[in-house]
C-alpha cells in the first residue's frame, strides 16, 4: 500500500504524457539510460560565470557532465560558453544535450524596469512585450529556461524580493503571470525568440513573517488559495514549461518536500506536466527546517513531494540511487521525473540541435540593439508614478535657462539598472544627468553631489544651496542603491535616510520647486522630503534607459500614468500595509477609541495601491450595470464614462473593484477585478467596458471548494483609489 498512490499517480501522469507528440520517443530513451543516467538528468549544478547562491569547490563537474551525471547548468553566460558546455555534454554515452538556466529577471544585456517597477505601468501588453525582447536576447547568447517570473504575491515592503514581482494585488499579479509566460515562452519553444519559463516561488514565499527572506510563512489555507496561488494556476494554466519551489515552510513543511502543493495540487488537480526544479540548495536545507535528518532523507522527501530537479545541493546524485535500491523511493518516480525533463529538452529543439543556440554572429546582433533600446524606454517611462504635482510645476519647459541636478543617483550608471539586472552593461546604461544635459542644450544643467552614496553624510550643503538659488528648478535623487533591495536584502527600516531627507528641507528653503525622484525596489517612506517637495515621481530602477524615461516624463514628452502596484506605508509601524484587507467588527473610526486603529500614529498610507497622478486630469460619470440583479453564474457588464477634463492629452488607468458585503468567510474591503487604459485628448470622453464572470465574484471557502454566493456586492470603478464611483449588484441562485 505504501507505493500505491505513487503507482496510481505514475499511471495518471503517462497518460497525460501521452498527450505529447513526443511521449514514445522519451519512454525509448528512458529504456535505454542507467539510473546513474536518469538521476543525473535531475542534477543541476551552476557555473562559476555568476553565483546566485552560496557556492561549493566541486571540481569534477566536467568528468559528471560526460558520465552523463548532470541534467543542466545555470550561470552559464555567452554562445561561446554554452557551445563549450554543450560539446562536453556530447561526449556522454547517450549524448542528452544540457538546458541552460539563468536568472532573465527584467531583461538579458538590455535592461528594463525591475518587475515591480514595470508592474506600476498597469499595463500588461508592456508585461508580454518586455518578456518577448528579454526572451529573444537570452536566447541568442545561449540560454535556454529562465528562472522568472516571480510572480509571488508581496505584502510587506521590508521583504527583499518585493522588487521582483507584481506587488501586493492578486489579480493584477495574475494578469502578469500570463503576459510573461506568452512573452518567454511564444507559441513554439524551438522558435529561437523564446526560452522556457519558470513560475517561481512555489508557494508564499512573498508572505515571511516579519519581511525576512527565507523566513516561516504561517496563513491559513483559503488565504493561500485566494491570495497567493491564483498567479501560479494562471502560469500553468498558460502551458508555462516549469515551476521552481520556495525556500520558505509553509504551515510547518518546507515547500520543497510538500506534497500537498506538488503532488496533490499542482501535479494532481492541476495537471502541470512540465517539470519542478528546487530552489537553490532548498532540497538539502530542509536538514536546517528540521523537517528531515540529513541529506539523504531530503533527498527522499523532496522526490516524494514532487521535485523533480536539484538545483545545486547534490542530495539527488549522492543519495536517491541507494534510496532506489533499498526500496525507500519508487523507480517510477524517477521516471516520472526524468520524463518531464527530457521532453522539454525535445520541445526546445535540443535534440534536433543542440547547438541551435550557440550562434555568436546572431549574439551580437541581438544584444543592446537599438530596437530592444526603444522598447526598454517606452516600458521605462510608462512605469514611473506621479504622487504629486503642486501648482503643475511638470512639466518642465525645454527652454529653461537652468536647472541643478542633486544627488549622486543622477550620475548612478549601475543603480540605473537595479537588482537582478542579469548580464548587465553598466556601461551602457543611461542616467538622468547625461539624458538631460544631452537633451537639453539651451539650458545651463548645474550639478551638485549633495550627499555621499556611502554613508549618506551631506556634502557641501552650503555650496549645493547656492547652486540652487541660481537656478530655475531643482530636480533631486533620492532613494536607494541598487544593492539594497532584492534576495536576502530584507530591511528592518523603510526610511529614506534622515539626511537625504533634510537635504530637500534645505533646499526648498530656497523658494525654488523641487522635483523630487525616488529611486528604489520597494515602497520607501520620505514623509519629510514628501513635504518638502513640489513634485514627486517614483523611478525605481528602470533599467538601461532609466534617464531617457525620466527626462521624457520631466518636460511633458510623455504625460506619466503610472499606478502603485504596492501600497506606500506612513510610518514603520503600519508594516505589513496592503489595501484589501478584511475588515474587523470595529473598522477604525477616529473618534471611537474601541476600534481598529493605533493611539500613536495614523493608519492610512501615505499613497495607497492604485494611485498615480497625470499633467491632466478625468472626471467619471455614468457608472452602469447591464443588470443589476443576477444569477451567480452570470457575467455582468460594467460600463464606465472617462473624460479628460485637463489641458493636455495622456493616458488614463481605469479601474474596477469589487466589495462581497456579506459571504460564509469574511471578504476583503475592496478587490481589483480590472484595469483598462484608455488614451484621451482634452475634452475627449470614452466609454470603458469591463466584464465580471462569476469567477471573478467567487472565492475559496475553508472547506477548499471554490463558491460564487449569493448577496450584494459593491461595484467601484474609476480613476483614484480613493474617490470611486459605486453601484451595487445582487446575485440569486435562482
Known sequence: MKYLFYILLFFFSSVLFAISPYSAKVDSLLNIMTLDEKIGQMNQYTGSFLATGPLSDDTTIVAQIIAGRVGSMLNIIGTKNTRMMQEIAMKSRLKIPLIFGLDVVHGYKTTFPIPLGEAASFDIGLAEKSARVAATEAASAGTHWTFAPMIDVSRDARWGRVMEGGGEDTWLTTQIAKAKVKGYQGTNLKDK?????????????????????????????????????????????????????????????????????????????????????????????????????????????????????????????????????????????????????????????????????????????????????????????????????????????????????????????????????????????????????????????????????????????????????????????????????????????????????????????????????????????FNEAAQSASVILVTWWLGSEAGNAIFDVLVGNYNPSGRLPMTFPKYMGQLPIYYNYNNTGRPEQKDVSYSSKYIDIDSQPAYPFGFGLSYSTFEYSDLKLNHYFAHTDQTTTVTITVKNTGKVSGNEIVQLYIRDLVASITRPVKELKGIEKVFLQPGESKTVSFQLSPEELGFWGNDLTYKVEEGVFEIMAGGNPNQLLKSWLTLKNE
Open 193 to 525: 525568440n523564446t526560452i522556457m519559463a519558470c513560475a517561481k516561488h512555489f508557494i508564499a514565499y512573498g508572505a515571511p513573517i516579519a519581511g525576512k527572506d527565507y523566513n516561516t510563512v504561517d496563513i491559513s489555507l483559503q488565504t493561500l488559495h485566494n491570495v497567493y496561488l491564483p498567479p501560479f494556476k494562471a502560469a500553468a494554466n498558460s502551458g508555462i514549461g516549469s515551476f521552481m519551489n520556495s525556500f520558505n515552510e509553509l504551515n510547518g513543511i518546507p515547500c520543497t518536500g510538500n506534497q500537498y502543493i506538488l503532488r496533490d495540487l499542482l501535479k494532481g488537480n492541476w495537471g502541470f506536466n512540465g517539470f519542478v526544479v528546487s530552489d537553490w540548495g532548498s532540497v538539502a536545507e530542509m536538514v536546517q527546517h528540521g523537517f528531515v535528518n540529513d541529506k539523504e532523507d531530503a533527498a527522499q522527501a523532496a522526490l516524494l513531494a514532487g521535485c523533480d530537479m536539484d538545483m545545486e545541493s547534490r542530495s539527488y546524485t549522492q543519495h536517491l540511487k541507494k534510496l532506489v535500491e533499498t526500496g525507500k523511493v519508487s523507480a517510477t518516480l524517477i521516471d516520472d521525473a526524468v520524463k518531464r525533463i527530457l521532453i522539454k529538452k525535445i520541445e526546445l529543439g535540443l535534440f534536433d540541435n543542440p547547438f541551435a543556440y550557440c550562434d555568436e554572429e546572431l549574439e551580437k546582433r541581438t544584444l543592446l540593439s537599438p530596437e530592444n533600446r526603444l522598447e526598454a524606454r517606452e516600458v521605462a517611462k510608462k512605469s514611473i508614478v506621479l504622487l504629486k504635482n503642486s501648482d503643475n510645476v511638470l512639466p518642465i519647459s525645454k527652454t529653461l535657462k537652468s536647472i541643478l541636478l542633486v544627488g549622486p543617483l543622477m550620475k548612478s550608471k549601475e543603480d540605473m539598472l537595479g537588482f537582478w539586472a542579469c548580464e548587465k552593461d553598466i556601461a551602457s546604461a543611461v542616467t538622468p544627468y547625461e539624458a538631460i544635459l544631452k537633451n537639453l542644450p539651451q539650458s545651463k544643467v548645474n550639478y551638485a553631489e549633495g550627499y555621499s552614496l556611502i554613508g549618506n553624510q551631506l556634502i557641501n550643503l552650503k555650496e549645493t544651496v547656492r547652486k540652487a538659488k541660481q537656478s530655475e528648478v531643482i530636480v533631486v535623487a533620492i532613494g536607494e542603491r541598487w544593492n539594497e533591495t532584492g534576495e536576502a536584502k530584507s530591511k528592518g527600516n523603510i526610511i529614506v535616510p534622515a539626511e537625504q531627507q533634510m537635504l530637500v528641507t534645505e533646499l526648498a528653503k530656497t523658494g525654488k520647486p523641487i522635483i523630487l525622484l525616488v529611486m528604489g525596489g520597494r515602497p520607501l517612506i
